[in-house]
């Protein structure tokens, strides 16, 4: 057992080793219970059983190509080496066993990558947008550093005239540069420690461990104070550097905005920063797009006040087909029969739920195809009704019923990708087609096509086939309700129970939580790059403000002149709008190669868009210039407005 089926189902009964469990009809002694959150490779099960108690009786018949294997490689064997094993074996499992064997492999992956391949493309992407955040935060500092450096030059130059050498300047400098990280570092802790929840909240489902166990623990904290006091050494050496090389002793006698090479760097620094946020905000409006896109597509089904559940019968108990649809039968009765449910049916695996299963389907009369290079059919077994729950519509002939038995003529519904692509403009009713190695069977129906396993996949060739000629254990419930689908939990599960008392049903899911779970992991991506890009943009809007701001108070004597000389406060406001206008062009001219750049990294993530999406490059260049020249207005304004007698006087 496991520790939490140990304590959830026993109550952690300590003599619970040796006594005795019923599992799928079959009788279990329990031999040991696991540690609390014992990692278990590809799955996470309540009990763990002898593999020859697979409850699919026909699940190790030689043909069966579904099973997974968790093996340790011996020391020094790599995964490829053991790739090239496996294929070795498969080739001569091919020549033993050409009719079962044929094209059938095994893929060798390591355990990491299957745990966390499918969502470290997605975190190390967040990872580079905080990254880009913090380079942008750290500009600023630097800039606003710069600028202070300058501001205090004859306080530094005091410091040198009394005896102070440039390597004292340039330590005090860097210390202050370090300590207002380290209280920005503390500062973001806390700030981690309030918004930790609300954040494992969004991307914790979508991540592979349990979302109890992301915490901000010592390791984490350390990296955080880290990271602080590395940047503010990193960010602080080229205002100490520049504060403590400059002409101390001429600061003495004239004000100074620290000369071409403090304009030329905090111009620099502004353009990274602007640059920067542009290929955030870049980044952020292709993930946003490419959301909007993958919301918009067309399941192939109606959602809305859909109840999904699934349950296995017990192997031993309904070991027949005939036994197996009775109860099937009796269940789905029993269901409609409930107040407030409006339509039924049972299905091997529903949409979106990551159950299914392929086959190699052959067509009758079709070109003869190389076993392995057949077309796959995505096959499910309902019952009659499927098509009217899901509102999936019939575009020719019928749907399954419930004359369909297993004595009756075998009958299949394809999708309509199927019908087109196998007799295109012609009639798909009356052909036959073979699925695996069953016979040949009838298409009495064409229906519409169905997404499967994810919105974004491509269209699946698929096909229905009656529940009664293909009886599996294995099966899910899908209802369609009069109002809330989720109030029909309790009385659906009764409903099975009346047929047998002790038969399980489990995964109760409304469809539109499934739906809404096949974009979670791109929504939950979305927010986070759209709140890191706002912020960015804020950032370095805050940036420009701060350099136009500094550059014109250093200034003033200059503004007083051409004010004094004639200039009105129009045109002094165009000049410094000017100035700023300068700087944001750049940062866009490079802000787009940088845009570029990553939008070809997000190319993966992509849905629906293409990566150089036109729309959005020319948008959020339109919002990063404009917020950016709102920025510079403000220094404008003031500039606008000097006072060219105070300002002389001050002079």
């Excluded at 952690?12 to 959150?37: L, W």
């Excluded at 050496?237 to 000369?259: E, F, I, Q, Y």
């Excluded at 920067?276 to 809305?304: H, K, M, Y």
């Excluded at 250093?554 to 410094?576: F, K, N, S, Y």
Aim: with cysteine; net charge positive.
């Amino acid at each position: 057992l496991s520790f939490e089926c140990w304590q959830a189902r026993f109550g952690g009964d300590p003599a619970m080793v040796g006594k005795t469990i019923v599992i799928d009809g079959t009788t279990f002694t329990v031999i040991g219970v696991f540690a609390p959150k014992t990692q278990v490779p590809l799955g996470a099960p309540d009990v763990m059983v002898p593999l020859g108690y697979y409850p699919n009786s026909h699940g190790f018949d030689r043909g069966v190509r579904s099973i997974s294997v968790a093996g340790r490689l011996r020391p020094g064997v790599s995964v490829e080496a053991a790739q090239r094993d496996l294929a070795a074996i498969s080739r001569q499992l091919e020549e033993d066993f050409p009719a079962t064997n044929a094209a059938t492999g095994a893929d060798v992956v390591s355990l990491r990558e299957e745990t966390v391949g499918r969502v470290r493309e997605s975190l190390l992407i967040i990872l580079a947008a905080v990254a880009v955040v913090l380079l942008i935060a750290c500009a600023n500092v630097a800039n606003l550093q710069l600028a202070r450096g300058a501001a205090r030059a004859r306080e530094l130059s005091t410091r040198a005239a009394l005896g102070a050498g440039r390597r004292r300047i340039a330590q005090q400098l860097l210390t202050e540069s370090v300590v207002l990280s380290l209280i920005g570092g503390v500062a973001g802790i806390g700030l981690a420690v309030v918004l930790k929840k609300a954040l494992v909240g969004l991307v914790g489902p979508t991540l592979p461990v349990d979302p109890s166990d992301i915490r901000l623990d010592v390791p984490v904290l350390l990296f955080a104070l880290a990271i602080a006091a590395g940047t503010g050494l990193l960010f602080g050496v080229v205002p100490a550097w520049k504060a403590s090389r400059a002409d101390l002793n001429g600061m003495l006698r004239s004000r100074s905005n620290g000369g071409l090479a403090h304009v030329a760097t905090r111009n620099t620094l502004v353009v990274v920063q602007l640059a920067l946020s542009l290929a955030l905000l870049t980044s952020a409006g292709l993930i946003t797009r490419s959301l909007i896109a993958l919301e918009g597509v067309n399941p192939g089904f109606d959602g809305a006040h859909v109840l999904t559940a699934q349950f296995r019968l017990s192997s031993s108990k309904y070991d027949s087909p005939e036994k197996i649809m009775g109860m099937f039968d009796r269940s789905i009765a029993e269901i409609r029969s409930v107040p407030g449910v409006e339509a039924a049916a049972l299905v091997r695996a529903s949409p979106l739920s990551q159950n299914g299963e392929s086959y190699p389907v052959v067509v009758e009369g079709g070109a003869v195809v190389k076993i392995g290079d057949q077309a796959q059919m995505q096959l499910n077994p309902v019952t009659s009704g499927y098509f009217a729950t899901m509102k999936i519509p019939i575009i020719e002939g019928r749907d399954v019923s419930n004359d369909d038995r297993a004595s009756a003529l075998p009958v299949i519904v394809v999708n309509k990708s199927f019908a087109e692509r196998t007799w295109p403009g012609q009639s798909a009713l009356g052909r036959r087609v073979k699925i695996g190695d069953e016979n040949y069977r009838t298409v009495v129906g064409v229906v519409g096509d169905a997404k499967q396993y994810t919105l974004s996949e491509p269209q699946w060739l698929q096909g229905y086939v009656p529940h009664a000629q293909r009886a599996q254990i294995f099966t899910s419930i899908v209802v369609r309700a009069r109002g809330n689908p989720l109030d029909l939990v309790k009385p659906v599960r009764d409903a099975i129970n009346r047929v047998d008392k002790d038969q399980p049903v489990w995964r109760f899911r409304s469809m539109d939580q499934e739906l809404s779970g096949a974009v979670g992991s791109k929504k939950a991506m979305m927010w986070l790059t759209a709140l890191f890009a706002i912020v960015a943009l804020l950032v370095s809007a805050v940036g420009i403000y701060g350099v136009l701001s500094y550059t014109m108070s250093q200034r003033t004597h200059e503004m007083g002149i051409r004010i004094a000389l004639g200039a009105d406060g129009r045109q002094v406001r165009r000049m410094v709008i000017g100035e700023g206008a300068r700087l944001v062009g750049v940062s866009v001219g490079v802000g787009l190669v940088a845009s570029i750049v990553a939008a070809r990294m997000l190319r993966s993530q992509l849905f629906g868009i293409g990566a150089n999406d036109v729309v959005t490059f020319v948008v959020v260049t339109a919002v990063l210039s404009l917020v950016a020249v709102l920025a510079c207005y403000l220094p404008a304004r003031r500039a606008s407005r000097v006072d060219p007698m105070v300002a002389l006087r001050a002079e």
